[in-house]
């Protein structure tokens, strides 16, 4: 009896480690990448090699490929930290990513990859956020209720986006618009200086390091970025790096000092962004994601916007455990705690040395 026939759309796909710092590569990617409308901003090569460069963790890249054609990526960077162990995280420092592939065997076949160089690199665990995931194949760890993203489209004018918030909330940001407050806007020095000196404060007083300030250079250099900050009388109390990609705007990492809260600073500060985004032309606003049940969670949904939940999926090698690297979870209660007694000159010294292996 003839083998059935087998068409080549069905043939199982080859995958490949390459360098998404390589220019062909890259342009490869960008390629399949424009061919899908599932693609975020964290797919993109520019995404993974600015991660690279301002954190000093490598970035790679698995492809999948049929009959000479890309059928599906995996961007991956590879983190190590002394504190948190060695991972592959898709994508480094990125609340998106994941798998794309045209089939869910093409998705499996590269999850399977993505086991094996694991267990070549000696990772603790490969770290999947969003994307397709490996449906059916053992030992993933699959969450839906962990994290939700918030998106919603930008209103036409000023007024209707004022409307568009629910009445408390715009309140509140009737009294940041009402502050003597000044707004900037640019990519400059003076920008990332502000920038950093008020992001830095924000997460040490949320209890967690601060990223490397070359990580935030490099993302803006590489990509569609700006930021936006707020001074009350010439000092900067709230500022945001922004992320631009294919019509949406993504407040991506953001904060204010405690001088923020009292001047509604960080309201003013996000509708300040939908003003600008829109003059841009974005028309959706991409909140970005949040812990379910935070209080910055809470504080999207006083927005407006509707938690979306974001699907999540993670490896271990067998006989290993999954890495515990949630600053809200009981196991590092007391670590947060104690951070946010540090004193700000010690936290930015020793946080970026930490920051940099939490992918």
Not at 41 to 46: A, G, I, N, Q, Y
Not at 197 to 216: C, I, K
Not at 228 to 243: I, M, N
Request: aromatic share 8%; proline share 7%.
């Amino acid at each position: 009896m003839n083998a059935p026939f087998r068409p080549a759309l069905l043939a199982a796909p080859r995958c490949r480690l390459a360098d998404p710092g390589e220019p062909g590569v890259a342009a490869r990617i960008e390629r399949y990448l424009a061919s899908t409308t599932r693609a975020t901003v964290f797919h993109e090569p520019r995404w993974l090699n600015a991660v690279s460069a301002g954190t000093g963790n490598r970035a790679l890249a698995l492809v999948a490929e049929r009959g000479g054609e890309m059928c599906g990526y995996l961007p991956l960077v590879e983190a190590h930290s002394p504190i948190f162990g060695r991972i592959l995280a898709s994508s480094g420092f990125a609340v998106g990513g994941g798998i794309l592939a045209d089939d869910a065997h093409t998705a499996r076949e590269l999850a399977a990859a993505a086991e094996e160089l694991a267990l070549r690199r000696s990772a603790s665990a490969v770290e999947l956020r969003g994307g397709d995931l490996p449906a059916g194949r053992a030992g993933w760890t699959v969450s839906t209720s962990s994290h939700a993203g918030f998106v919603a489209p930008l209103a036409p004018d000023d007024e209707a986006q004022l409307l568009a918030i629910p009445r408390k909330q715009r309140a509140e940001v009737r009294k940041g618009l009402a502050h003597d407050l000044t707004v900037e806007i640019g990519t400059a020095p003076a920008d990332r200086a502000a920038h950093y000196a008020v992001y830095a404060q924000s997460v040490r007083n949320l209890g967690t390091p601060v990223f490397p300030r070359a990580l935030f250079d490099r993302v803006i250099d590489a990509l569609d970025a700006d930021i936006l900050t707020v001074r009350a009388g010439g000092v900067p109390v709230a500022s945001v790096l922004s992320l631009y990609h294919r019509g949406s705007v993504m407040p991506y990492w953001g904060g204010g000092t405690r001088a923020a809260r009292g001047l509604r600073a960080n309201d003013r500060m996000y509708f300040e962004l939908m003003r600008h985004a829109r003059a841009r032309g974005c028309t959706r606003f991409d909140f970005g994601r949040s812990k379910t049940g935070s209080g910055p969670f809470h504080f999207k949904r006083n927005w407006g916007f509707e938690p979306e939940p974001l699907a999540y999926a993670a490896w271990a090698p067998p006989g290993t455990a999954l890495r515990d690297a949630n600053p809200l979870s009981p196991k590092r209660a007391r670590q947060t705690a104690l951070w946010q007694k540090l004193p700000l000159t010690i936290a930015n010294r020793i946080g970026p040395w930490i920051a940099r292996g939490l992918a």
